[in-house]
């Protein structure tokens, strides 16, 4: 009886193989999550869309790639904004905010356009219909606005921090898959030379990009 009461008394901790590649999702969603409710946005009523880890070398990006491919069911890897970008489909959700299901990571490599933070760095929200109402109704607390696409133009909130909540009409995973007909297998971007910073004196390195893409 006393080593029942023991076990019942003691903390189990869970392995998350997850969080031990792009750190702890669950703290970093409830943190984004406060922040904005402080600002007068309560994000409870909505899905989310994804998570998003930038890393600072190419060599990392290729290294969590791996890792987080051997627990997804998909990756549509392409380019974007000038170089390679995963968008990772797990093969199962991460239970994040209370149950709020997130079964995608967008995986973002440099050249980054401005200053973000590294690691876990921006949580996608789907407004849906609602978006053009949200925005108005939110826009005292809002950054600004990205278009990205004639699909993709979420708004967003920039943090002291540099890491961001971005507000999507529809989840931006669903936008892709619908442009490029699903996510089936790992598709890699093949031949990619990782640009390196120009600097007045350094190299002029350009991104190359053969137009193969490996399915795996």
Known sequence: MDLV????RCHVTTFDPIAEIIGDYRAFAATQRDRLA???IDISPYPLSHLAVRVADWDLYVHQRTLL???ARANFEHVW???PISLIVLAEPLDVLD???VSNIELIPPVHQRVYRMGLEHLGVVVGEEFDEFSRVHRAALTGQQFQSAA???VYVLFEDFTHVKFYRRSFFDVVEDAEGGFEGFVH???WVPQRLVTATGPNAVAQQSAIKTTL
């Open 5 to 8: 009461r023991w076990r019942i």
């Open 38 to 40: 402080a600002r007068g």
């Open 69 to 71: 491919e051997r627990h």
């Open 81 to 83: 904004n000038g170089r």
């Open 99 to 101: 149950g709020t299901p």
């Open 152 to 154: 993709v133009d979420p």
């Open 189 to 191: 971007v093949d031949d």
